[in-house]
């Protein structure tokens, strides 16, 4: 059973910057796609990135492209998400998720995916 663990959440100021981290721990945890969900009070939850395991080809939402990044340590089961240029929008419970494969899912069936973090919470102040 592959569990996650994030870390890195707290509260920031407008174009601050933070980086949430997100470890997998399990037998075949380094096998899996990971990536980062957030929820913000009061709206769904949204999918914000994702890399795959062998190519490491990175997917993002169009609302943090180019202030995102996420990036993997396959040694260490380990991924990333540096977030620059944060706004109060960004503010959220930021998940990790884990699957066996990338795909549509991750868009429109999140809830399916196999293994969820506990989140840890974003707060980006004006």
């Known amino acids: 059973q592959v569990q996650l663990v994030e870390t890195g959440g707290g509260l920031v100021q407008a174009g601050g910057s933070l980086r949430l981290s997100c470890a997998a721990s399990?037998?075949?945890?380094?096998?899996?796609?990971m990536g980062w969900f957030r929820q913000a009070s009061g709206k769904e939850r949204e999918f914000v990135a994702a890399?795959?395991?062998?190519?490491?080809?990175?997917y993002y939402a169009n609302s943090v492209k180019g202030r995102f990044t996420i990036a993997r340590d396959n040694a260490q089961n380990t991924i990333y998400l540096q977030m620059n240029s944060l706004n109060p929008e960004d503010t959220a419970v930021y998940y990790c998720?884990?699957?066996?494969?990338?795909?549509?899912?991750?868009?429109?069936?999140?809830?399916?995916?196999?293994?969820w973090g506990q989140g840890t919470p974003v707060t980006v102040s004006s």
């Open positions: 998720a884990a699957d066996r494969s990338f795909g549509s899912m991750w868009y429109k069936e999140s809830q399916n995916l196999e293994v």
């Open positions: 399990g037998r075949t945890a380094g096998n899996y796609a």
């Open positions: 890399i795959t395991w062998g190519s490491g080809n990175s």
